[in-house]
């Protein structure tokens, strides 16, 4: 069964600080891997999707990387702002029968403070 | 292009009665997923549409629960003789390929 682990829980950090979260994933053995944001009381706003093939996407102020040998996931931010705080969020799908589903992690809370 | 979208977005009810909650998908998306957050924790796969068929349920999904996508559109999650056990927030997504993209979500309180 699929487990996957984000590290930190929590994360304090100061405004312009450039900061890495981590995910790992027990079975390398997925489809692709997708990073999410979620405000709180709020709905997942997708951040970015690395298909099993590639190894890092980028969008903006974020990258993400993947190495699926080691089963882990980084998701970098630069120059970090407080709109930027949130619970981030690592979700993978496994390449088996069920390649639709995501299995997610708790989350990481990321705290900007101006 | 409108996102995904949930009605209600929060709803209290008493324990053993029943609900339902509905969820537009982005038009032209033919997969459509129901997830199941509580608080703390990471949403957990519930079932899954591909069009109008239900392809997995999984087996968090008691029978109590129900889902329906007519005609491959909308889609309705029904939830019967509630327990307080089934607070929670209701996620939905849908997605044409691999991105899925989520809706606000339906937060569910049984008192």
């Known amino acids: 069964k699929q487990e996957v682990t984000q590290i930190p829980a929590a994360l304090s950090v100061p405004e312009g600080e450039n900061l890495v979260l981590n995910c790992s994933f027990t079975?390398?053995?997925?489809?692709?891997l997708q990073w999410f944001r979620q405000d709180p009381g709020k709905g997942l706003t997708s951040l970015l999707l690395?298909?099993?093939?590639?190894r890092e996407q980028t969008s903006g102020r974020l990258n993400a990387s993947l190495d699926k040998s080691s089963g882990r996931s980084t998701l970098y931010i630069a120059a970090s702002q407080p709109g930027d705080s949130a619970t981030y969020l690592c979700?993978?799908?496994?390449?088996?029968?069920?390649?639709?589903?995501?299995?997610f992690g708790k989350g990481t809370l990321l705290t900007v403070n101006p | 292009d409108t996102g995904v979208s949930q009605d209600p977005r929060h709803k209290i009810t008493k324990r053993g009665q029943n609900v339902t909650f509905r969820c537009d998908p982005i038009?032209?998306?033919?997969?459509l997923y129901w997830y199941r957050q509580t608080l703390g924790q990471g949403p957990e796969f519930l079932t899954y549409?591909?069009?109008?068929?239900?392809?997995?349920k999984s087996r968090l999904l008691s029978d109590r629960f129900s889902a329906e996508r007519p005609k491959g559109s909308f889609s309705t999650l029904e939830i019967q003789r509630t327990e307080q056990g089934d607070s929670a927030m209701y996620l939905c997504?849908?997605?044409?390929?691999?991105?899925?993209?989520f809706g606000p979500g339906t937060r569910l309180t049984v008192l």
């Open positions: 038009s032209e998306h033919n997969r």
């Open positions: 997504a849908s997605s044409l390929y691999n991105e899925q993209f």
């Open positions: 079975d390398s053995a997925i489809y692709n």
């Open positions: 549409f591909q069009n109008e068929a239900q392809l997995e």
């Open positions: 979700a993978v799908i496994g390449s088996g029968g069920s390649n639709y589903k995501l299995t």
């Open positions: 690395i298909q099993s093939s590639q």
